[in-house]
Nanobody
Framework: QVLLVESGGGLVQPGGSLRLSCAAP????????MGWYRQAPGKQRELVAS???????NYADSVKGRFTISRDNAKNTVYLQMNSLTPEDTAVYYC????????WGQGTQVTVSS
């Protein structure tokens, strides 16, 4: 059963932008720290950004100043705005909700290439 539904991935040129979205059931979203992780081929899954229920954010050093995480508590949705994308950002991006246990989305591919 897929509880977190992601959208917004795709192919973009270097320097371009994408916005990822992730919707969750209210009971999960309202109690969770929401985050985005990514996994590139041959690499471990890594935290990209997270946001608490009250809006405190945390970013990986590699995306600071380029990515912005936000949550809309009325829509039970978390977003990841990605700007100034580089080929090193190419990965499968996963939405995460942390509430007692970890919930994961199915992943969405982001490819940065000319």
């Amino acid at each position: 059963q897929v509880l977190l539904v992601e959208s917004g991935g795709g192919l973009v040129q270097p320097g371009g932008s994408l916005r990822l979205s992730c919707a969750a059931p209210d009971i999960i979203f309202s109690n969770s720290v929401m985050g985005w992780y990514r996994q590139a081929p041959g690499k471990q899954r890594e935290l990209v950004a997270s946001v608490t229920r009250v809006g405190s954010t945390n970013y990986a050093d590699s995306v600071k100043g380029r990515f912005t995480i936000s949550r809309d508590n009325a829509k039970n949705t978390v977003y990841l705005q990605m700007n100034s994308l580089t080929p090193e950002d190419t990965a499968v991006y996963y939405c995460n909700a942390r509430f007692q246990i970890d919930y994961w989305g199915q992943g969405t591919q982001v490819t940065v290439s000319s």
